[in-house]
């Protein structure tokens, strides 16, 4: 999920963004740095571009570096950290501070709104495999309380149905598609009675076996399963974080499938919102890309 503002969001004097790839052992390589623009939530295209949102726009950068470029869109409201490619590559799923989803050509066009006028927030976070259903989290804010009730729906990218797969007033985030698209992988706190406290789950695309996969003290969001079904990666906030705030000390847990509890390897980073909330895996499954924004 993206900030709850209609702003985007910038850096802090003294602070700098920092795009980084990874491979499946933790080895990291820094791809762009900045101390101008806050990036965020990188998308790994077919092509070897990682597209990026920043400023309300939409961007692309080379995943081994270069300069970033503005990519055109035509009647895209400015979006925010929620967006997902399609499995060609060839459009962009994103969701806009209007909390509605769009689609766009990625080499430019008219944008079309996919999300329903339904009185919801609309959220994106996955895609199924064969490019025709949106996974994402609809919000229903009750007064201020954002979260009264933040549940995982299913949308047609032909906008032709939305239906519900979890019903709670326990907020759930990040879902994203199995390879075979028989299961939806997200975060929860549907384990506990406190607030926060997320942990991965995922459930059945009828909502018939709800699963918990990691079973730890810390908070957990976010999970990608890479594209050869070999491993996943999530980002892990200290114990007691509400949500998912930047700026904090994460750890970004990378797993060799199915064993969700057991990292193989993790990065300590100083980040959180917009260093990995939608997936950012390269097309082989053997590095993924992320965000960090330290701070002098």
């Known amino acids: 999920m993206a900030d709850s503002q209609l702003s985007y969001r910038t850096l802090a004097p003294g602070q700098r963004c920092q795009v980084w790839v990874s491979d499946l052992a933790g080895k990291t390589r820094l791809v762009y740095e900045t101390g101008d623009v806050l990036f965020e939530a990188p998308n790994w295209a077919p092509d070897g571009h990682l597209v990026l949102n920043a400023e ?52 430019g066009g008219q944008a079309a709104q996919v999300s329903l006028d339904d009185g919801r927030m609309h959220f994106l976070h996955g895609i199924s495999p064969d490019g025709d259903v949106l996974s994402y989290v609809a919000l229903e804010p009750q007064g201020d309380d954002w979260w009264a009730r933040a549940n995982v729906r299913l949308l047609a990218t032909d906008s032709s149905w939305d239906i519900p797969l979890t019903d709670s007033s326990r907020p759930d985030d990040g879902p994203e598609f199995s390879l075979d698209g028989q299961w939806v992988y997200f975060n929860t706190e549907l384990f506990t009675t406190a607030p926060g406290h997320a942990q991965i789950a995922r459930i059945t695309i009828d909502g018939s076996d709800l699963q918990r996969l990691t079973h730890d003290g810390q908070v957990d969001w976010f999970p990608h399963l890479s594209p050869n079904g070999t491993h996943a990666v999530y980002i892990s906030f200290p114990t007691g974080t509400t949500g998912h705030p930047a700026d904090k000390p994460v750890e970004l847990r990378i797993v060799e499938l199915p064993e969700w509890d057991t990292p193989t390897a993790s990065i300590q980073l100083f980040g959180g919102q917009g260093t990995i909330n939608v997936t950012s895996w390269s097309p082989d499954g053997n590095h993924f890309a992320y965000v960090a924004y330290p701070q002098d």
């Open 56 to 107: 309300g726009l939409l961007w692309e950068l080379g995943a081994d570096g270069g300069e970033p470029r503005q990519l055109p869109t035509e009647g895209l409201p400015p979006v925010n950290n929620d967006h997902v490619l399609s499995p060609d590559g060839r459009t962009i799923y994103a969701s806009a501070n209007d909390w509605q989803i769009y689609a766009v050509p990625r080499d």
